[in-house]
């Protein structure tokens, strides 16, 4: 396994243009067995003459709190003894001033409507998704892959990607990975470490609110329930939703639908999903 950090380090792998089918796995590093399977995902999808990279960038621009960012775990090589492991062939671990050069203008771009309309993530974290598709679109600049894998847990972030790659013309298929579950339920994540024993028992109520969702007959009874089975696990909800899967929107018949949540447990923000069945809306 090749570890790089600069451009031209990056240059001199086969990461680049060589024809093989080169698969990305974008992360931020604190790697846990959820970023196995999508690790797992891109070996697969890359095939035999692939190449595996994974980047880990914790990305500045697209945290809301300062706090957060300086908390963020990071642990760089054990990330790498994890990633070999596994198989990966390259890790590409820049330093900011190669992802953000200070002579150098990385843009933005025009974000999808997915990103700024909805009310989700969009509303709690203003200017998020336009860091995450400022990162994006510069990894996939710099790496060129054939596809990226992302993590169906940050659901909105994994629509906004796919409407940005497509709008924008990258090229670069988009390839979705179920979300990994504790053996509670709870969604894997970096921020799981940070939960304190009392936090990490309720926090096991956010997947039993999204399978109280799936028992109701309407949109409206499924986020009433999702909320009160949140609420009793004294558990702060920011929101609790139930969205056409696709553009997250409000949901319209005979369209797969999605039961989204995010909250505050001891103090970590967390945030799940999963499907919610057209069929329910019957009669909502």
Known sequence: MQIVSTIEELSQT???????GEVLVPTMGAM?????????????????????????????????????????????????DFCQRLGVDIVFAPPPDVVYPPDEEVPV???PAVATEPGLEDAYRPGHFAGVCRVVRRLFLLIKPEAAVFGEKDWQQLRVVGAMTDAEGLGVE???CPTAREPDGLAMSSRNRLLNTEARAAAAAIPQALEAANACPTAVAAQVAMLGVLARAGIEAEYAAIRDAETLDEVQPDAPCRALIAARVGGVRLIDNGPWAAALLAGD
């Open 14 to 20: 086969d990461a680049q243009g060589a024809g093989g």
């Open 174 to 176: 988009i390839v979705p």
């Open 109 to 111: 771009g025009e974000l």
């Open 32 to 80: 846990h067995p959820g970023h196995a399977d999508l690790i797992r995902l891109a070996r697969e999808r890359a095939g035999a003459s692939g190449k595996v990279v994974v980047s880990i960038f914790v990305n500045p621009s697209q945290f809301n709190e300062s706090t957060d960012f300086e908390h963020y775990p990071r642990d760089l090589d054990a990330d790498c």
